[in-house]
C-alpha cells in the first residue's frame, strides 16, 4: 500500500543553506511507535526540536511532515566526503520501528515497499547519486546507530535505491594481515568520517561498526574478516551511473 498524507505538518524547518546542493537522502528509524514518532517529529516545543520530510508507518502508510524545499532537523552533527549540514543537502526519512534493543524487529515489506517507492521518486526529482542514499550512522558513527542491522539495504538495492556490493561466495575469513592504516583509508575515501591514525582507536571503531550495519550486517558480532575489506573495496569501484547491486 503507499498512501501519504498530508494533513500533519511539522513547524520544525528552516531554509537550506544557501551554497549547498540537495544530494542525500537519508534513513532514520524513530525508535517508538506511529503515535508518539509523530508527536516527536512534530512538537516544537521541546529543547531539541526534530524532524524529518516523511514518516513511514509500519503499514506502508507515508506522512509528508515537511515539505522537501525546506531543510528539516534530522541529521545532527554529521558528516560525509567532508560536508557538513547535512541537513541543508538532504532529505530525510524516518522510518517507524522501536529500535535496537529487546524490541528491535525487521521492517516488514509493507513499510519496506513504500520506502523504496518514495525514494525512487526523490532520487529521481533531486537526481540524487545511489552512494549518496545513507543511514544516519553511516554520517554520524559514534554517535547514531539507525536505521541498524535489520534494515534491507541489499533489498533496497536491488530495488534501485542505494548500493550494495555483492562478492558472489562468502569467503571464510582469515583477519590476519588486515592493515588498519588501509582500512582508514578506504573508509575515509568512500565518503566515513574516519580518523587516519593508523590505529585501531574508538573513533575507527565506530566507523568500522557503522560500514558493517549497512554492508556487512551478517559480519556484526563476529570477528573481522577478509570479506570486509572485499566489500569495502568493491564499494571503491563506484561510479556516478552505478545503481543497484555493484558486482566484481
Ligand atoms: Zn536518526
Known sequence: MYKVHTHIKSPNYGERSLNTSLEFLIMHYTACDLKTSLKVLTDPETA??????????????????????????????????GLTDINSRSIGIEIVNLGQGTEYRPFPSAQMESIAHL??????????????VLGHSDIAPGRK??????????????????????????IKGNSTGIDVGRIQHLLAQYGYDTPLTGILDTGTQAVIQAFLMHFYPESLGREADSEFLRRLEILQSYSENSRGIIHK
Open 48 to 81: 531539541h526540536p526534530v524532524s524529518a520530510h516523511y514518516l513511514v508507518d509500519e503499514n506502508g502508510e507515508v506522512y509528508r511532515l515537511v515539505d522537501e524545499q525546506h531543510r528539516a532537523w534530522h541529521a545532527g552533527k554529521s558528516a560525509w566526503r
Open 119 to 132: 525514494s525512487k521518486e526523490i532520487i529521481a526529482r533531486h537526481r540524487i547519486p545511489s552512494c549518496h
Open 145 to 170: 546507530i539507525d536505521p541498524g542491522p535489520l534494515f534491507n539495504w541489499r533489498w533496497l538495492a536491488c530495488q534501485g535505491v542505494g548500493i550494495y556490493p555483492d562478492i558472489g561466495q562468502e
